[in-house]
């Protein structure tokens, strides 16, 4: 009996929000693609989804007009440089002082976010009333949505007129069934739904076969310009890099690095990344328990990733799993030859096993540290390989993979958007 009362208010307001849309539709402007704006949670933090998204903001900027809205913002400055005519505007703006309205609402948590969405602890029912606001402020133009926060809440909130389209930068699978359901539901609303990988484009086409979005595709992320030399593969220094969580594995390499010091202990192992104190005391105190205080370095973050890469000679990935492997790309456009676990999804897609690095079957460290001793024994083969990890970071050059997102924002504007 409960459990249907609570349901009349949602239904109620499901039921209101599809007559506004209905009386949105009938004035609608034909679609428009020259106005683009792009959700991020934090613009001015850094990480993987932040640095590919500046990437491809900066591209379309060329020949559009460019927005990045980020939903909250804790930091002054941006840990990466903005591109060339792309803006930045905040919906939560922390670092400010707020009025009574924020102070007061954002001591509750949010009621729209799903509870297993990743990023739940950033939102606040203030940020998440200000981007629902936000969302139903805008008149035509294009919304890219980047992450589930981002996209369930568009499919639901985005009027009529504006084109949307949702980008998943993990993997279907990392989700929990609860979240699935709600994609399945909400996701044939997009116009457009991007994946990073052909793995994951037939996961949610599985998922989505009911009630498709307008367009299912997948678009890699682009590699972007790095400083730094390609590298001369002469450093005694290998590399891994990402944030200090479970997912990146880095407990894993640490044991694998184990494997390799005791063998070539003029060798030394830099990670790249920032972690919350307690995850990186952890990862220290392994370090310091395998007895590699001297042969394995936390390097905290870099904002000169380019720089760090060319001076190293091999690139080590331990991830239980990736949505892409933005970091893989960047260490082979340095001609850096990669040696990774062949988790689920994206290294297997970047990395052609023998060819431009190679690819662990086994989850065990010691194989990861056993493919690391075959590069730095066989300088021939490590040098073969990246070569060719140089010719494979070339494919996924800007100009590439901006020219699909160019043919895909043409292809949407030649027909309406889809009903909501």
Request: with cysteine.
């Amino acid at each position: 009996m409960f459990k249907n009362v609570r349901r009349y208010p949602a239904r109620a307001a499901l039921w209101l929000l599809k007559m506004l849309n209905a009386r949105r539709a009938r004035r609608a402007a034909p679609p428009d693609t020259g106005t683009v704006r792009i959700l991020l949670l934090h613009a001015y933090g850094m990480g993987g989804t932040i640095r590919t998204v500046f990437n491809l903001a900066g591209h379309l900027a060329r020949e559009r007009d460019v927005e990045i809205v980020s939903a909250i913002r804790t930091a002054e400055s941006p840990f990466f440089d903005l591109p060339p005519g792309v803006r930045v505007t905040f919906l939560d703006d922390r670092t400010a002082p707020q009025g009574w309205a924020a102070r007061v609402l954002s001591r509750f948590p949010g009621g729209f976010v799903p509870a297993d969405e990743r990023a739940k602890h950033s939102f606040t029912l203030w940020t998440e009333l200000r981007l629902i606001a936000y969302l139903r402020s805008l008149r035509g133009g294009v919304i890219i949505a980047t992450r589930p926060a981002f996209t369930l809440l568009t499919a639901l909130f985005v009027p009529p007129g504006v084109i949307a389209i949702g980008q998943e930068h993990v993997t279907l699978a990392v989700h929990s069934p609860a979240m699935r359901s709600l994609f399945k539901r909400r996701y044939g609303r997009f116009d457009a739904f991007v994946t990073l990988t052909e793995a994951d484009l037939a996961q949610y086409a599985k998922l989505l076969k009911a009630d498709p979005p307008g367009r299912l595709l997948r678009i890699p992320n682009a590699v972007p310009p790095l400083d730094g030399r390609v590298s001369r593969l002469e450093e005694k220094t290998v590399v891994g890099m990402g944030r200090l969580v479970h997912a990146k594995g880095f407990d894993r390499l640490v044991y694998a690095w184990k494997t390799v010091a005791e063998i070539h202990p003029d060798w030394v192992l830099r990670i790249y990344g920032r972690g919350t104190r307690e995850k990186t005391d952890r990862l220290q105190a392994r370090i310091d328990e395998a007895g590699l205080a001297d042969k394995a370095f936390l390097m905290g973050s870099t904002a000169s990733v380019g720089v760090e890469l060319s001076k190293a000679s091999i690139y080590a990935v331990s991830s239980r799993y990736e949505g892409f492997g933005m970091t893989i790309l960047e260490a082979m456009s340095k001609g850096l030859p990669v040696v990774s676990f062949d988790c689920p999804l994206g290294p297997r897609e970047i990395i052609t096993d023998g060819h431009d690095g190679l690819l662990v079957t086994s989850k065990k460290a010691a194989a990861l540290g056993e493919g690391i001793r075959r590069l730095i024994e066989d300088e021939d083969l490590r040098r073969e390989l990246g070569a060719n990890a140089l010719r494979t970071a070339r494919t996924y050059d800007l100009g590439v993979v901006g020219a699909r997102w160019d043919a895909l924002l043409t292809d949407l504007s030649a027909g309406p958007p889809r009903q909501r």
